[in-house]
Structure formats: C-alpha cells, structure tokens
Nanobody, 120 residues
Framework: QVQLVESGGGLAQAGGSLRLSCAFS????????MGWFRQAPGKEREFVGI??????LYRESVKGRFTISRDIAKNTMYLQMNTLKPEDTAVYYC???????????????WGQGTQVTVSS
C-alpha cells in the first residue's frame, strides 16, 4: 500500500513562493508516476502537473511558475511554486499512479492534502 504525506502549504502573498513536499512510502517510488492536483472551494479537482520518468506536464496557468522535481534517494516529490497568484489558492494533493493522466480518476493514491492560500 502506498502512503503519501504532503507538507509545506501555508499562506503566501501574491508574487511570493512556497514549496510543497510529498513523502512516498510503501512501494518502489521510482516505478510510480507522480503528480500534483488541486481543488479550490466549490470547484472540481484539477491537475497541476505530472512527472513521468522522462518528462513533465503542467497545466497552462502554472507553466513557467511551478516546477515538479523528484528526489529518488529521499522518496520525495516537490512542487516549487513561484510568482503565486490568488487564483492558486486551493488544497493541493499529491498523487501517485502506475499510469497517470490529467484526469483525477487516473490516480491510484492520494495524499491528505495541504492548504495553500495566496493573498492579494
């Protein structure tokens, strides 16, 4: 069973930065596709970025501002968020799957979520 634990959320001002972490345990980290999704109040969960073995994909609104990285030695994935905007406010979820697409239904395992709030 895979377990995912996020950390690093909080409050930031517009234009600021935050870094989220996702600690992975229970299986072989390197064999899973990892990603980040988010859900704002009253909205559906949406993908933020996905990190396959050799490539990454970001939703258009975060391209150039957010970066996903993976530390295989630490079994940890990160989401570096720069130039934050109020519309980035949401609960951010770490996700893992054998095969992941941009659809939340493709995710096998979810973290508990961490709140990110960006003030204007």
């Amino acid at each position: 069973q895979v377990q995912l634990v996020e950390s690093g959320g909080g409050l930031a001002q517009a234009g600021g930065s935050l870094r989220l972490s996702c600690a992975f345990s229970g299986r072989s980290f390197s064999t899973y596709t990892m990603g980040w999704f988010r859900q704002a109040p009253g909205k559906e969960r949406e993908f933020v970025g996905i990190a396959w073995k050799f490539s990454t994909l970001y939703r258009e609104s975060v391209k150039g501002r957010f970066t996903i990285s993976r530390d295989i030695a630490k079994n940890t994935m990160y989401l570096q968020m720069n130039t934050l905007k109020p519309e980035d406010t949401a609960v951010y979820y770490c996700a893992a799957a054998q095969e992941m697409s941009t659809r939340p239904q493709s995710v096998d395992y979810w973290g508990q979520g961490t709140q990110v709030t960006v003030s204007s």
